[in-house]
Each structure stands twice: as C-alpha cells, then as structure tokens.
C-alpha cells in the first residue's frame, strides 16, 4: 500500500504562487496515476488535476488550465502542482490521491476512482 504526504500549503495574497508537492511511500508501482483534488470551505471535494506515470501525461480542470501546472519526480517519487496568480476562491485544503491504473486521454475524476489519499494540506489565499 502506497502512503501519500502533501506539503507546501500556507497562506498567499492574491496574485501569488504556492508550489505543493505530494511524496508517495511504501508500494512502487511501476505506473499509476496520481491526482490533485480540493475542497472548499463547506463545498464537496472537486478534481484539481491528473497526471498519468511514468509518461507524465497530464490533464486539468478546465477553469485551472493555465494557472496551475502538475508535474512528476518519478526518480524522487514526487507529484509537485505549482499554482500561480491564486485568487481567494483557490482557498480549500488539498489532497493528493492514487490510483494504480493508468489511463489514456482522459483521467477519471470522481474521488471515488482514487483509492489512496493524503492527508491534505492547506492553502489560504486573502484578498
């Protein structure tokens, strides 16, 4: 069983950037697919972005594409997600989440399709 860390999160102003970074341990799979979700204060958990391993085939929210950009490590074993130009409504606590499998031109994003999960890290941004 794969453990999932997440760290980077803090408070931002609006206009600025956090880097966060998800460190798998234990299992390593050969190719899996990690995910980045967030939920807001008081709002159900939503999909943030993909990205499928080792191939590093990436997939986004349509309304983040842009801002925010996944990235792997394979050789750390890291899934970084750089945000840029955070706005207030970017506030929520993030997750990493895994799947062993791998999929091709497009990515599940129902919470429910990633068994393995962070603990969350949290990402305030004031106005």
């Known amino acids: 069983q794969v453990q999932l860390v997440e760290s980077g999160g803090g408070l931002v102003q609006a206009g600025g950037s956090l880097r966060l970074s998800c460190a798998a341990s234990?299992?390593?799979?050969?190719?899996?697919?990690v995910a980045w979700f967030r939920q807001p204060p008081g709002k159900e958990r939503e999909w943030v972005s993909s990205?499928?391993?080792?191939?590093?085939?990436?997939y986004y929210h349509a309304r983040l594409q842009g801002r925010f950009t996944i990235s792997t490590d394979n050789a750390k074993n890291t899934v970084d997600l750089q945000m840029d130009n955070l706005q207030p409504e970017d506030t929520a606590i993030y997750y990493c989440a895994e799947s062993e499998a791998v999929w091709f031109k497009q990515v599940p994003t129902a919470p429910r399709k990633y068994p393995v999960w962070g603990q969350g890290t949290q990402v305030t941004v004031s106005s």
């Open positions: 234990g299992r390593t799979a050969g190719s899996d697919t």
């Open positions: 990205i499928t391993r080792p191939d590093g085939s990436s």
